[in-house]
């Protein structure tokens, strides 16, 4: 029997928000990666982009930061 230990990953990610703090405003994007011990990229990013709810207003100027009004965003 062999001893065969799983090698150490790593997941970067970022979250943007819809303002200027993350711990009260609605998020905007979620991006990550999964990389080996070395940094390589090793699976499928992923991107997720957040729409704003109709009764909801964004921080002035957050667009200029997020670009959140992209084709393919989701609700």
Do not use: W
């Amino acid at each position: 029997m062999t001893n065969k230990r799983a090698q150490p990953t790593f997941y970067v990610h970022d979250y943007e928000t819809f303002g200027i703090s993350p711990s009260y405003d609605r998020p905007a994007q979620f991006a990550g990666v999964r990389t080996d011990s070395d940094f390589n990229v090793i699976a499928e990013p992923l991107v997720i982009y957040c729409k704003p709810a109709d009764d909801y207003l964004p921080e002035p100027g957050c667009s200029d930061d997020h670009r959140y009004y992209t084709a393919g965003s989701v609700a």
